[in-house]
């Protein structure tokens, strides 16, 4: 059974904080890793793609890859509370043109 | 950037008739979509896999008959609802696969209520 895992939180953090959300995927097979943001009521919206060991950097956002400890991570700086929502951590599978594996979910609270 | 959308946003109907939902990728072609189902405070849920003139492929414990999937353009996916009951309201949410990548869009999703 291919999983992601991530801890469903709330993990809160005050305005202008870093915001460290953590993800762990049993297939080591997978290529590509992907973070979502979903707010209440709304769709998931992309946020990064990795797909090579290390960090990526977007604006705000970083995304970490370790593909030997099966792990992935986003870190947020200078939350805001705009921030607030959930992200989902999703993985490629082996086999090409098949869905995304999707992690439950972190939710993040940004309080001001 | 890669933009799908979905028809309606909002649909409210009685109990036994069958909805409509499309979902378009506008500025990509996509081969694959993908259908997800959302209750309230819950997890994606993907129902089915839709690829471009051919068979969607259902995931375990998602009725075919009751889920009609139908993909026939590349730009192109419809669900229908048939015989909605209540216990169907969900909020429903397409994606879409770049020929090539692995990345999903999601469509703004469609909520359902079903009385």
């Known amino acids: 059974q291919k999983e992601v895992e991530q801890n469903s939180g709330p993990l809160s953090v005050p305005e202008g904080a870093i915001a460290s959300l953590n993800c762990t995927y049993s297939d080591r097979g997978s290529q590509s890793f992907f973070w979502y943001r979903q707010y209440s009521g709304k769709s998931p919206e992309l946020i990064m793609s990795i797909y090579s060991n290390g960090d990526k950097e977007d604006g705000r956002f970083t995304a970490q890859l370790n593909k030997a400890s099966q792990y992935v991570s986003l870190l947020i700086r200078d939350s805001q509370p705009s921030d607030s929502a959930t992200y989902l951590c999703?993985?490629?599978?082996?086999?090409?043109?098949?869905?995304?594996?999707f992690g439950k979910g972190t939710t993040l609270s940004v309080s001001s | 950037g890669a933009v799908v959308s979905q028809h309606p946003s909002r649909v409210i109907c009685k109990s036994g008739t069958s909805v409509k939902i499309e979902c378009r990728s506008l500025d990509f072609q996509a081969t694959t979509m993908f259908w997800y189902r959302q209750f309230p405070k819950k997890s994606l849920m993907l129902m089915a896999t839709?690829?471009?003139?051919?068979?969607?492929?259902?995931e375990q414990g998602v009725e075919k008959d009751k889920f009609l999937i139908n993909h026939a353009s590349l730009t192109l996916s419809t669900l229908t609802v048939t015989s909605a009951h209540p216990e169907d309201s969900s909020f429903y949410i397409c994606?879409?696969?770049?020929?090539?990548?692995?990345?999903?869009?999601f469509g703004p999703g469609t909520r359902l209520l079903v009385l």
């Open positions: 839709s690829n471009e003139g051919s068979k969607a492929t259902y």
């Open positions: 999703a993985v490629s599978q082996r086999q090409a043109g098949t869905a995304l594996i």
């Open positions: 994606s879409a696969r770049i020929i090539m990548l692995e990345t999903q869009y």
